[in-house]
């Protein structure tokens, strides 16, 4: 079943973009592929929605890198500045094994796979994205959890003379976010590397970004350089700049608005601007995975 792909192989080598054209094409490769042995697409099925993808110029054409500007064809127009190879993440914390892993060696050590998932941004627009990566489970396992390890700590890459947006200082950098370590370790929690079968573009967060399906898009962090696992709750980017607005957990819920908008109801990105708004959904459709997560707990104040 787990099939090591090795660090030369690109995308395009390990999946056709062509299999996703549509919905049936696409389990029509997913079971020719499954039947080679092939992990990814035999686990996309359990995990992935069978909503219609984005087309790959909504994927990468509209987006949200505040690094790039906070215009949504900023992040297309100017992402291509930034160096990501070689690219290197630094480990630490709570971990057995701190240290600084270059992406290839990551790479190397990871079971590649596909997730069609749901991405729903707090600004209630959203699409269907399908990625490519690895749960970060897996990564965290490679690292060593230590026991007294509760949280995980991430930043994105800091380098101003390549993003200009971090010239003002409108956020303080470098972007950070965290996770609680069971979300962190929960399967549907994912570190995408591709789009489409093909390496992630530097809009949407080369060569490592985070994907939560279930949380609003912020907590989905692009271009991680540092993951540091620690026993305290760690500060991440849209709390410190508003907190009122944006919680630490930021689950994706319809009926917790935003103080200036309302989150009942969303707009899938390319439906054309006539289009009917379509609800949203508790935990952005990812309830029965999630929900046992926060038990207990009072959504409406761990917003
Ligand atoms: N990560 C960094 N480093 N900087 C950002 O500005 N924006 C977040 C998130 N990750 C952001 C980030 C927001 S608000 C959203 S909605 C998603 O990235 C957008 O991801 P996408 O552009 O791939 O759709």
């Not at 390549?162 to 409108?170: A, C, D, S, T, V």
């Not at 989150?263 to 009917?276: C, D, H, I, Y």
Request: charged letters at 20%; one cysteine or more.
């Amino acid at each position: 079943m787990a099939n090591r792909f090795k660090s030369d192989l690109t995308w395009g080598d390990v999946t056709p973009e062509n299999i996703f054209l549509n919905r049936r094409a696409f389990m029509a490769g997913a079971s020719a592929m499954a039947a080679t042995g092939i992990a990814g697409p035999a686990l996309a099925a359990k995990y992935s929605t069978d909503e219609e993808p984005n087309a790959w110029e909504e994927i990468t054409q509209y987006n949200n890198f505040y690094e790039f500007g906070t215009g949504k064809s900023d992040p297309a127009e100017y992402a291509s500045e930034m160096t990501t190879d070689p690219w290197e993440v630094e480990i630490g914390g709570l971990v057995d094994k701190p240290g600084t892993y270059s992406f290839k060696d990551i790479m190397a050590a990871m079971t590649v796979e596909e997730r069609i998932y749901r991405f729903r941004c707090v600004e209630a627009w959203s699409m269907v994205i399908p990625w490519n990566g690895f749960e970060l489970a897996d990564l965290l396992n490679m690292a060593g959890i230590q026991s007294g390890a509760k949280y995980v700590a991430f930043e994105t890459l800091h380098r101003p003379e390549e993003m200009w947006g971090q010239k003002r200082n409108f956020v303080p950098w470098p972007y950070r976010e965290g996770l609680r370590l069971d979300e962190a370790m929960h399967p549907l929690t994912f570190m995408a590397t591709g789009i489409y079968g093909k390496t992630i573009p530097n809009q949407n967060g080369a060569p490592m970004r985070l994907v939560v399906p279930w949380k609003y898009g912020f907590k989905s962090i692009k271009s991680i350089v540092k993951i540091t696992l620690t026993d305290t709750q760690p500060p991440t980017s849209w709390n410190m700049i508003n907190a009122p607005e944006y919680g630490f957990y930021s689950n994706v819920n319809p009926q917790v608005d935003h103080p200036r908008w309302s989150q009942a109801s969303e707009r899938r990105v390319g439906g054309g601007l006539l289009a009917k708004r379509i609800p949203t959904l508790m935990f952005n459709g990812y309830e029965k995975e999630v929900a046992s997560l926060y038990e207990g707990m009072d959504l409406k104040k761990n917003f």
